[in-house]
């Protein structure tokens, strides 16, 4: 073909689709008509002389040529996206977007502070926040959908030859009770006491459950002899249940300052128990790393890390292309885990 047979148009209305799974949820998102994006459709087709989408369900389903167009499409939509950056970029910062992404925690409750921080240097520049879990941030990151991410899990196996992963700050998770439980009017309470509450948690799959879970039993606590009474979806919830008594909860530190500073919760104390994880941040070396993504990695950063861990500078290594494995949002939306991190 010496033509090329699909615009940018077309393959952004390719992926809405794919996305929102309906033709008029697809236009809604656009902001256009349902008949304007179906023409779309049909003049893309008529224009590669394949179908794109399984029309028989509820559901539009894209067929091996969509699925096929979609990958190709959407690594040239990115690759548009950070060519417009880069041209932002000739502004020096008196413009341009920077697009940070998080896990559930690290987003709630670190980021909101830190681009207030560069907000104030950098007042032009738009940011974007993304909060979403540990794995779906991961790809964004490797697909250069993200300039940079926190993250409080592990990055999926299949992204770790692809990102540079940086430690970055400890992230304390606390024990916190109601203020009439009983144990919030003693000093410190025994390793053997966890099992005799009754905890509010986030579910058996969620990534803090997990190192929850992990350095008890380093502990000699057998986290399947807690008492686990509700498991629930956020963090906030959870605060709210166990501040109405319902139970207890292990939260992350920086989740309860307000709570502790106004005396609606009780954090309880252990004698030489201490639960710990690690914070990183992960970029994708081979992908354009805008000057708002480079000051905000210089200049922010390190104002929270760990003292030592991380300076910024080490955000300057490289990795060769090679070593990018080539993978489209859609490939990581078909085997997402639900995640809370």
Known sequence: MSD??????????????????????????LYVSQPAVSLQVQNLE???????????GRRAQLTEAGHLLLNYGEKVITLCQETCRALEDLQNLQGGTLI?????????YFLPRMIGLFRQLYPDVSVQLQVHSTRRTSWSVANGQVDLAIIGGE?????????????????ELALILPVTHQFAQVDKIQKEDLYKLQFIALDSQSTIRKVIDGVLS???????????????????????AVQSGLGAAFVSISAIEKELQMGILHRAQFDDLVIKRILHVIINPSRYRSKAAEAFS????????????????????????????????????????????
């Open 155 to 171: 990055v999926p196996p299949e992204l770790q030859d692809v990102l540079d992963v940086i430690p970055y700050a400890e992230d």
């Open 4 to 29: 090329i047979p699909f615009t940018l148009d077309q393959l952004r209305i390719l992926k809405a689709i794919a996305a929102e799974g309906s033709f008029k949820r697809a236009a809604d998102s």
């Open 218 to 240: 380093r502990w000699d606590i057998d986290p399947k002899r807690l008492k686990i009474e509700m498991e629930l979806n956020s963090i906030e919830a959870i605060k709210n």
């Open 46 to 56: 008529r224009q590669l002389n394949v179908p794109l989408f399984d029309r028989g």
């Open 298 to 341: 210089q200049e922010i950063l390190p104002k929270f890390a760990t003292q030592g861990w991380y300076t910024g500078i080490e955000l300057n290594a490289s990795r060769s292309p090679s070593k990018v494995k080539a993978t489209t949002p859609n490939q990581e939306q078909a085997n997402q885990e639900q995640e809370l991190t």
């Open 100 to 108: 940070v992404g998080a896990s559930q925690t690290t987003g709630t």
